[in-house]
């Protein structure tokens, strides 16, 4: 069976989406047609001088409820309704009633293209930020011809988030809430020999007008019997990183430790390596077939096993490889010398700490145990004297945080600047299906924002979550205009004090001015 793939905005306009291009490969190891729809890199191409903000620092907008809610659904917030959402009009630095216009002007666009490839089955790959837009289009595309089969997946779609939401809306029939490779094959396997799904595990769909799902599908355990990426439908020169180009790489799945507000941990459920040997072999194909020797690590964290990044690193080293490489750590134990410079040696050039926050007793609230600030202290230290670059990431205004809490932050980044390229830091948000909302959330009084009213019949509306920027607790202190407060503080001190501050993709923000666009 051919089916579509579809990418829409607002998704990463540097590299090239990791997850599609496994999917494509695994399609076509099965004997299977992918025609991709990479609407995300068409608009972003078209539009960033206006509109570049909904793929940097506004692009979560589109997750918040109104928003979603007014651009989904425009025909209920039509006058005189338009009055009861009116304090949703206009949020800072984008005009909602502009980004509607501008998606007007090209979903009828991207509906002809994607009805005109003659496929069945149409894909669309989900998170937080292509949510919206991804019904949008689906909503069109039922409206035109009922008979396409409209699949989501995605980091969004786990079954307790939103995937019962999304089918509910009628203009998806299925979803699948874990990795897709296996899934999404059975799936349409199913509806080519059947006509429609009989019973796969990981799909929520409906059967006799009844929502259903059999549960979860068994991960897959060997991550290398997965083919390597294939980035063969996409327009790689449409992309920012091609001078050199840079490729997406992940040397595993999941994450082995436990922090209360991550929800990529709870979709990707057990940490998975894969063998070194595999990961080599991939290096040496991407060189091959693509010319890639620049590469950047999806993993949630590189060092989830430190065993095997050193096996790799050392691999490297032994093969020769002429590669270079980035990608996000965790102060874990096992950081030493011997380790960083093996990693600069196989051509780590800069690796992104998750420090979150740099005193003890919030990283205890977070369950981000296993290091203290001494020991942070001291990798990047060595990272530094060994050249590889380095970048803090940070959490500011978790729950309770304190004004001598936040300090103890500004104060350990001040202290081993010298260390850092830069730093990221952003407000804690609360996303239902973490720990963070399902065990914490009412033994720390935590209180989400307020949901818009929707009437009776529409009910269904209330199972949509995004992410809660705004809650508060019971502390007057504790909302999120002294959070925002704290992070410009900290912006303001770190840039007084010479050390650049990658807020929301500023280092891409200045790539993107050099560009030159065809």
């Not at 091959?288 to 690193?313: P, Q, R």
């Not at 990221?424 to 720990?435: E, N, P, Q």
């Given at each position: 069976m051919k089916v579509s793939l579809v990418l829409v905005p607002t998704w990463a306009f540097e590299k090239p989406h990791l997850g599609a291009a496994y999917l494509i490969s695994y399609l076509k190891s099965k004997g299977h047609g992918v025609v991709?729809?990479?609407?995300?890199?068409?608009?972003?191409r078209n539009e960033h001088k206006k509109f570049g903000r909904l793929w940097e620092d506004m692009a979560h907008i589109l997750r918040a409820e109104d928003s979603f809610f007014r651009l989904l659904y425009p025909e209920r917030f039509e006058k005189p309704r338009l009055k009861d959402v009116a304090k949703y009009l206009v949020l800072p630095g984008i005009n909602l009633i502009k980004v509607r216009k501008l998606l007007d002007k090209y979903i009828d666009k991207w509906v002809k293209q994607i009805l005109d490839s003659d496929t069945k089955v149409i894909g669309f790959s989900i998170n937080g930020n292509t949510a919206l837009i991804s019904l949008m289009l689906a909503k069109e595309i039922k409206r035109i011809d009922k008979s396409k089969f409209i699949v989501f997946g995605g980091t969004s779609c786990n079954i307790n988030m939103n995937a019962k939401f999304f089918v509910k809306t009628g203009f998806v029939?299925?979803?699948?809430?874990?990795?897709?490779?296996?899934?999404?094959?059975?799936l349409i396997e199913q509806l080519e020999k059947y006509g429609h799904i009989k019973k796969c595990l990981g799909v929520v769909f409906r059967k006799?007008?009844?929502?259903?799902?059999?549960?979860?599908?068994?991960?897959i355990q060997d991550l290398d019997s997965i083919p390597f990426p294939d980035y063969d439908e996409f327009d790689l020169d449409k992309y920012i990183f091609r001078n050199p180009r840079i490729f997406p790489f992940t040397t595993g799945r999941g994450c082995p430790f436990a922090c209360n507000f991550c929800m990529d941990r709870i979709f990707w459920k057990k940490y998975r390596g894969r063998s070194v040997d595999n990961m080599i072999e991939e290096f040496k194909f991407m060189y091959?077939?693509?010319?890639?020797?620049?590469?950047?690590?999806?993993?949630?964290?590189?060092?989830?096993?430190?065993?095997?990044?050193?096996?790799?690193?050392k691999k490297i080293i032994q093969e020769k490889l002429d590669i270079s490489w980035a990608g996000t750590a965790r102060f874990t134990p096992g950081l030493n010398k011997e380790v960083l410079r093996n990693l600069r040696d196989a051509g780590c050039r800069q690796i992104d700490y998750g420090l979150e926050s740099a005193s003890n007793s919030v990283r205890k609230r977070m369950n981000k145990l296993g290091y203290d600030k001494e020991y942070a202290s001291k990798v990047l230290k060595t990272s530094h004297e060994l050249g590889i670059k380095q970048a803090l990431l940070l959490i500011i205004g978790y729950i309770g945080e304190t004004k001598d809490e936040f300090y103890e932050t500004v104060n350990f980044v001040l202290e081993n600047k010298k260390?850092?390229?830069?730093?990221?830091?952003?407000?804690?948000?609360?996303?239902?299906?973490?720990?963070?909302y399902e065990v914490f959330k009412d033994k720390?009084?935590?209180?989400?924002?307020?949901?818009?009213?929707?009437?009776?019949?529409?009910?269904?509306w209330r199972?949509?979550?995004?992410?809660?920027?705004?809650?508060?607790?019971?502390?007057?202190?504790?909302?999120?205009?002294?959070?925002?407060?704290?992070?410009?503080?900290?912006?303001?001190?770190?840039?007084?004090?010479?050390?650049?501050?990658?807020?929301?993709?500023?280092?891409?923000?200045?790539v993107i001015k050099n560009e030159t666009f065809e």
């Open positions: 991709l729809h990479d609407s995300n890199i068409e608009m972003f029939d299925a979803v699948v809430t874990g990795e897709g490779e296996e899934i999404f094959v059975e006799k007008g009844e929502l259903v799902y059999y549960g979860d599908r068994p991960l091959e077939k693509y010319g890639v020797k620049s590469f950047g690590f999806n993993d949630l964290t590189i060092n989830a096993n430190i065993t095997l990044l050193g096996n790799m690193a260390y850092l390229k830069e730093v990221h830091a952003g407000c804690l948000y609360i996303m239902k299906g973490t720990s963070l720390l009084n935590v209180r989400v924002s307020p949901r818009i009213n929707f009437k009776k019949s529409m009910d269904f199972e949509y979550y995004y992410p809660d920027y705004a809650w508060t607790t019971d502390d007057p202190k504790d909302n999120l205009q002294n959070r925002l407060k704290r992070v410009d503080l900290l912006y303001k001190i770190l840039k007084e004090e010479g050390l650049s501050c990658n807020f929301s993709g500023e280092e891409l923000t200045k």
